[in-house]
């Protein structure tokens, strides 16, 4: 288990976390989400023992990182991928780690197997591509074969066939018991990766809660609907008070569609059928975690981009 109690971190007049308070559960995978600057990165490090908090505590298992013996044995992290000697070898810079945590060697080429390194492992780590270095850096996160694991952007250089690679490996993680952290800014992969998201903006919490009821929550009810109709049903839904957006144009000849904000598809339903409208497609609109974290975040974004007609100034 992960603790973060009263976590604070300021850096001269700015503050990059503020009173951070949140416990990470074993036997899920916990997404950790936030826009650029939100102060992801250094919680982490913090959780780590890398960066001192100005104020509060961030403890492991129950303890500082710093009063862990062999931290290896109960910690994993990946935080960057890079974050090796550029003229050692896979293996070598492995065997020094489990070297430090009192690991045997043969631990060291379990782990190159497991994350697919074992032919490349006496090739320096200098010249591997990102998507290599992740899997090293994975590699050395599992050494001690911890309890617990923190991920910082691990998807990051993966191709679609290691992206879900890593997706299958950490809920098999977390399935074991253990208790998997993940930051990632890949939104559609954490939907489909974390059970539980903890979400933070301009390094305050935003929301602790499971995936779905965060999109749930966050998100407009929405439902589509078609008809042959669609004059007579517009007419219909908003002289009944009920706000209806245009669905775009029909595609491959199907009947046109609307969009009804803030209704539930058996109110729908049962308006059009008292009055007769035939429908084709009656469909309650689940929103993205994309969709949701906009609408959550939007307020905590550090840094806005122009629209692009006004920075072509207007040549668009």
Known sequence: MIEVRGLTKRFGATTAVD?????????????????????????????????????GVALIGGKPYRELERPLHT?????????????????????????????????????????GLTEVADKKAGGFSLGMSQRLGLAAALLGDPE??????????????????????????????RTVLVSSHLLSEMAQTADHLIVI????????????????RSSE??????????????????????????DGAPVDGAAPALTVVGETSDAVGTLAGDNGITLYELAPQRASLEEAFMRLTGGSVQYHGEGLEQAMGGAL
């Not at 990470?24 to 960066?51: H, Y």
């Not at 903006?201 to 749930?216: E, M, P, V, Y």
């Not at 049903?233 to 008070?241: C, E, I, Y």
């Open 148 to 177: 617990i694991l923190l991920f910082d952007e691990p998807v990051n250089g993966l191709d679609p066939e290691g992206i879900l690679w890593i997706r299958r490996f950490m809920q098999r993680l977390a399935s074991e018991g």
């Open 19 to 55: 009173d951070l308070t949140f416990t990470v559960e074993p036997g899920q995978v916990t997404g950790f989400l936030g826009p650029n600057g939100a102060g992801k990165s250094t919680t982490m490090r913090m959780i780590l023992g890398l960066d001192r908090p100005t104020a």
């Open 75 to 115: 910690v994993g992290a990946l935080l960057d991928a890079k974050w090796t000697h550029p003229n050692r070898s896979a293996r070598a810079h492995l065997r020094w780690l489990a070297a430090s945590n009192e690991l045997p060697a043969s631990r060291v080429e379990e782990v190159l197997r497991l994350v």
């Open 221 to 246: 009810s929405t439902v589509r609907v078609r008809s042959p109709q669609l004059d007579q049903l517009r007419s219909l839904l908003t002289s009944n008070g009920m706000t209806v957006r245009e």
């Open 201 to 216: 903006g301009r390094g305050k919490l935003i929301a602790n809660t499971a995936t779905k009821d965060f999109i749930d």
